[in-house]
T-cell receptor, first 113, second 112 residues
Framework: DADVTQTPRNRITKTGKRIMLECSQT?????MYWYRQDPGLGLRLIYYSFDVKDINKGEISDGYSVSRQAQAKFSLSLESAIPNQTALYFC????????????FGSGTRLTVV | AQKITQTQPGMFVQEKEAVTLDCTYDTSDQSYGLFWYKQPSSGEMIFLIYQGSYDEQNATEGRYSLNFQKARKSANLVISASQLGDSAMYFC?????????FGQGTELSVKP
């Protein structure tokens, strides 16, 4: 099993629908992140969590919410999906010791029609 | 806002030659880490190399090396002996304030 698992891998949804992207990790890391990637661009930070009780907005949090259900689980929700939220979404975790590396999930490709 | 600049949107390199991908960043932090990732067309993010801001020697990982110049806030990735499988997007990403901040990326194409 992958260290960081994202579900679903692909999703097509309609405008206005609520959708949840899930992320789970087996690495025991406290820090988890959600990023969004638009075609041809770098990843942008949506939300991040340094532990279960510490959740922070990133660069582009509008239209998104998150839930940290446990150390291992960090979910991203689109309350009312819109077409410009069509993107590749990545979840990541960060090591607690040197070199504090980041591990990424395989990504969720979301299309809003 | 912290800014990461990768000035080469696209680059070509001949197979077996070396190539340098540029990255500069803007931060007032003194302690940070620098990461480079590779993203092939399949989409996954593959970690390549890490450099700590206080590391005295430039990092190397196999065919990858990092030309780190802290005073210039520059962390260029050097790929030696390019292979066809190196064709991909490459992202520079400093870890600043406990968050990974990405540049726009450089698309590298390796020609046979």
């Amino acid at each position: 099993d992958a260290d960081v698992t994202q579900t679903p891998r692909n999703r097509i949804t309609k405008t206005g629908k609520r959708i949840m992207l899930e992320c789970s990790q087996t690495k025991g890391h406290d820090r988890m992140y959600w990023y969004r990637q638009d075609p041809g661009l770098g990843l942008r930070l949506i939300y991040y969590s340094f532990d279960v009780k510490d959740i922070n907005k990133g660069e582009i949090s509008d239209g998104y919410s998150v839930s940290r259900q446990a150390q291992a689980k960090f979910s991203l929700s689109l309350e009312s999906a819109i077409p410009n939220q069509t993107a590749l979404y990545f979840c990541a975790t960060r090591e607690q010791g040197y070199p504090y590396g980041y591990t990424f999930g395989s990504g969720t490709r979301l299309t809003v029609v | 806002a912290q800014k990461i600049t990768q000035t080469q949107p696209g680059m070509f390199v001949q197979e077996k030659e070396a190539v340098t991908l540029d990255c500069t960043y803007d931060t007032s932090d003194q302690s940070y880490g620098l990461f480079w990732y590779k993203q092939p067309s399949s989409g996954e993010m593959i970690f390549l190399i890490y450099q700590g801001s206080y590391d005295e020697q430039n990092a190397t990982e196999g065919r990858y090396s990092l030309n780190f110049q802290k005073a210039r806030k520059s962390a260029n990735l050097v790929i030696s002996a390019s292979q066809l499988g190196d064709s991909a997007m490459y992202f520079c990403a400093p870890s600043l304030g406990g968050k990974l901040i990405f540049g726009q990326g450089t698309e590298l194409s390796v020609k046979p």
